[in-house]
């Protein structure tokens, strides 16, 4: 038997997203919703999904 994932909660530990992982942003075998969380929030900007508040 085998389970195919098909959605994923971003790996951004603040973030509440769950994100498709054909879609997702991927960095360092992790999935992100964006590139905003990918980046762990440099420029300080939040993942911008609505209902989401994080920012690193």
């Known amino acids: 038997m085998s389970v195919t994932i098909e ?3 971003c790996a951004c530990g ?3 997203c769950v994100v498709s992982v054909e879609k997702g942003v991927k960095r ?3 999935i992100y919703c964006g590139e905003s969380c990918a ?3 440099t ?3 939040g993942c911008e999904h609505a209902g ?3 920012h690193g």
Do not use: L
């Open 7 to 9: 959605q994923v909660k």
């Open 39 to 41: 980046e762990h929030h």
């Open 14 to 16: 603040d973030c509440v």
């Open 52 to 54: 989401c508040t994080c």
């Open 28 to 30: 360092n075998g992790r």
């Open 43 to 45: 420029s300080g900007a």
